[in-house]
């Protein structure tokens, strides 16, 4: 498709945010163009970026997962980190990546809330490393308009 | 519209004693508050051989909303306060039957020729005045604190929740929403009720009316700067005080992008203010717990605005649009608040 996706959707929302919106009567109509418009402008920022983003998060959360073979003993967790060790298939579409990472952090939440428990200087490094991470996916997914 | 129209006056013509020739007029919908549809309208009339007019705001149960919440508590909370120092709209008329505009809702004067909009606050007239504003913010807020909601009519001395678990109800409460409305999991809201129920706050010094969603966007600025209504009580409850002092200071709502509270004033003054009006102290330990649950609270309502969307239940972009733009900035002010942000 061309020209590229992101070039259209932010032509369509300048179109709809300083062409359209302006010339509409009602209030609520107007706001909602604008809204819109800056849904499509999100939009744009997404498209490009967005499997990158999933497929680099699911690397950083393994790699966070073999660092936590080293310091969890319960049978249960442990098994589960294994098996999501490997990426399932070569299937990089943006709904599969996210299928992926959904499994992923699921699995991080639980070490998360198992390795809080746990004592020692590894698990403190281990706990330090997952906040760092959950900070880095803010990162990946701030959009320019977000207020923080 | 047209037909909207004529069913409110409809009902109107029912709850004004003796009105006559009924019609209602510049009906518009406007963007007052997620939770329920909101319309500005003009209703016209002859009672006793004269023309009146009154402007009304009609706040009508949506199909989909962010809140799922009861307007008779919010109706209430409008009657409890007017009136009162804490300025609020003239309640007018609750209606809880679908009987005549097919779901339920209610009825206010509108207070009119006012802004409240964040980011028409941050222009003239009312940019330089943004300090005097915070002022009266915080100042009200403190009074809605200070006030006893037993004398209010709110509720008897029974019903109050207890002092030393109503963090756990609303925590349970909200924690509750996120897992019934997650789209995909969520591992900084999950980390941060973790670490709240791992240190529970203090007992609540005193038992409040608690406005639920305090915050710059839900008050109503003349353009002399003065404060003229709170706004948006759906999520009016009785609780801790610090729930909303912690809401209000949160730094989602840091509009001018840096680090004044609700765009207006130091987080110190904003706190200083509301200490002396409310008589309160808001300690540091539990005003950051409360703090943290604001950020979860926030969380939940983002997500099911996403949930809203996802199930088809609303087609409003502006849900949507929180789905999209609030979430994250969300998460880091949690890790923010967490001391993970660098």
Not at chain 1, 12 to 21: H, I, P
Not at chain 2, 65 to 76: F, G, H, K, P, Q
């Amino acid at each position: 498709m061309k020209p590229d996706v992101d070039r259209v959707l932010q032509l369509l929302s300048e179109t709809l945010m300083f062409d359209l919106a302006p010339k509409l009567q009602d209030g609520y109509a107007q706001s909602t163009a604008q809204i819109t418009a800056m849904l499509l402008t999100a939009a744009t920022e997404e498209w490009d970026r967005g499997a990158q983003r999933r497929f680099d998060e699911n690397a950083a959360i393994r790699a966070l997962f073999r660092e936590a073979l080293g310091v969890v003993g319960k049978p249960a967790l442990r098994s589960d980190l294994e098996a999501s060790l490997k990426p399932s298939d070569a299937n990089i579409r943006i709904s599969a990546l996210e299928r992926e990472n959904n499994e992923l952090r699921r699995v991080l939440i639980r070490l998360h809330a198992h390795v809080e428990e746990l004592e020692g200087e590894a698990a403190r490094s281990l706990e330090d490393g997952i906040w760092a991470e959950l900070l880095e996916s803010t990162v990946r997914r701030k959009i320019s308009i977000a207020p923080f | 519209m047209e037909e909207l129209a004529a069913r409110i006056a409809r009902y109107v013509g029912r709850c004004i004693p003796d009105a006559d020739e009924v019609e209602v007029k510049e009906l518009e919908r406007i963007h007052g508050g997620a939770s329920r549809e909101t319309y500005r309208l003009r209703v016209t009339f002859r009672q006793a051989g004269s023309s009146q007019q009154r402007r009304l705001i009609l706040r009508r149960d949506p199909a989909g909303s962010l809140i799922e919440t009861d307007r008779a508590t919010e109706y209430r909370a409008y009657q409890a306060f007017y009136g009162t120092s804490v300025p609020v709209p003239e309640p007018l008329w609750l209606e809880e039957s679908g009987e005549w505009l097919e779901r339920p809702f209610f009825v206010m004067e509108e207070i009119q020729n006012c802004e409240a909009s964040p980011a028409a606050l941050l222009l003239p007239p009312y940019a330089e005045h943004l300090e005097r504003i915070g002022e009266q913010k915080w100042r009200i807020l403190g009074e809605i604190a200070a006030a006893d909601p037993v004398a209010l009519g709110l509720c008897t001395t029974s019903q109050l929740p207890a002092a030393e678990s109503c963090w756990e109800r609303e925590l349970g409460h909200w924690e509750q929403v996120i897992d019934e409305d997650e789209l995909c999991p969520q591992p900084i809201a999950r980390g941060a009720i973790r670490w709240l129920r791992r240190n529970p706050p203090a007992a609540a010094a005193k038992l409040c009316v608690v406005h639920g969603d305090y915050r710059t966007g839900n008050f109503l600025v003349a353009a002399d700067a003065e404060i003229r209504g709170i706004l948006d009580w759906e999520m009016t409850h009785l609780g801790d005080p610090l729930e909303d002092l912690a809401w209000s200071i949160n730094r989602i709502w840091c509009w001018a992008r840096d680090d004044r509270v609700g765009g207006l004033l130091s987080r110190e003054r904003a706190i200083a203010i509301w200490e002396e009006a409310s008589g309160l102290r808001a300690e540091p330990a539990a005003l950051r717990w409360w703090e943290l649950f604001a950020s979860v609270k926030a969380s939940a309502i983002w997500i099911s605005s996403g949930r809203e969307i996802s199930d088809a239940k609303s087609k409003d972009p502006v849900l949507a649009f929180t789905a999209w733009w609030l979430p994250n900035a969300q998460d880091r002010v949690t890790l923010e608040t967490l001391g993970r942000f660098s």
